[in-house]
């Protein structure tokens, strides 16, 4: 079974400019997630996605925004990109009744630069 | 939501066991208990997971207090792969996971 793929790998931005992340999830799972995980820090609940709907987000400004397409992979979206955004964007996918005890499965991430 | 603490970090010697604490005393009666580690440069790896009884894998076990206000995480036999960050964390049915900072495990040859 394929895990939780995640692309770019890494990604190099300007300030100002956009990134785009993917996330594939594992085959039959419905739920994605989003986290950004600045370096020495834990993870921050970014976005969450179940059958191609935003369930919820973080604290995130609205510039963070994402999608889920109909074959349940997803993609984040940072607008004018800032230094502060610098960091490492994973991808979870889980079972849509993730939370009754189905665990999150984590891709490697794409390690985020902002110059 | 659901909050956790643990420690900072913690060190363990190879091949001994290591008893991972977690404290979480706002718990709801439907708050499952997971637990996660995450290795350098990869993203977070499911450990284990339980409710009210005490759980056994592969990886480890949980043990769950009575009044589920506190858990352990206990790695049986500590390996140099076992150095990672653990995080605790509950959940919700229908609710996002939020981790917090975790515990840095130092397993030390």
């Known amino acids: 079974e394929a895990g939780v793929t995640q692309s770019p790998t890494h990604l190099i931005k300007t300030r100002g400019q956009q990134a785009t992340l993917r996330c594939s999830p594992i085959s039959g799972h419905t739920s994605v997630y989003w986290y950004q995980q600045a370096l020495g820090l834990g993870l921050q609940f970014l976005l969450w996605?179940?059958?191609?709907?935003?369930?919820n987000r973080g604290n995130f400004p609205p510039r963070f925004s994402g999608r889920q397409f109909p074959n349940y992979s997803s993609e984040l979206n940072v607008n004018a990109l800032e230094l502060e955004d610098s960091a490492l964007y994973l991808c979870?996918?889980?079972?849509?009744?993730?939370?009754?005890?189905?665990?999150?499965?984590f891709g490697n991430g794409t390690r985020l630069t902002v110059t | 939501d659901a909050k956790t603490t643990q420690p900072n970090s913690m060190e363990s010697n190879e091949e001994e066991p290591v008893h991972l604490p977690c404290n979480h005393s706002?718990?709801?009666?439907?708050?499952?208990i997971h637990w996660y580690r995450q290795l350098p440069s990869q993203g977070p790896e499911y450990v284990i997971h339980?409710?009210?009884s005490n759980v056994n894998n592969r990886m480890a076990s949980l043990a769950i207090a009575e009044d589920r206000k506190s858990s352990t995480l206990i790695l049986h036999r500590a390996t140099l792969r076992d150095a990672a960050v653990y995080y605790c964390i509950l959940i919700r049915t229908g609710n996002q996971f939020y981790f917090g900072t975790g515990t840095s495990l130092t397993v030390i040859p």
């Open positions: 339980g409710l009210t």
């Open positions: 706002t718990i709801s009666g439907t708050d499952y």
């Open positions: 996605y179940d059958e191609g709907e935003e369930r």
């Open positions: 979870a996918s889980s079972l849509r009744v993730a939370g009754a005890g189905s665990p999150l499965h």
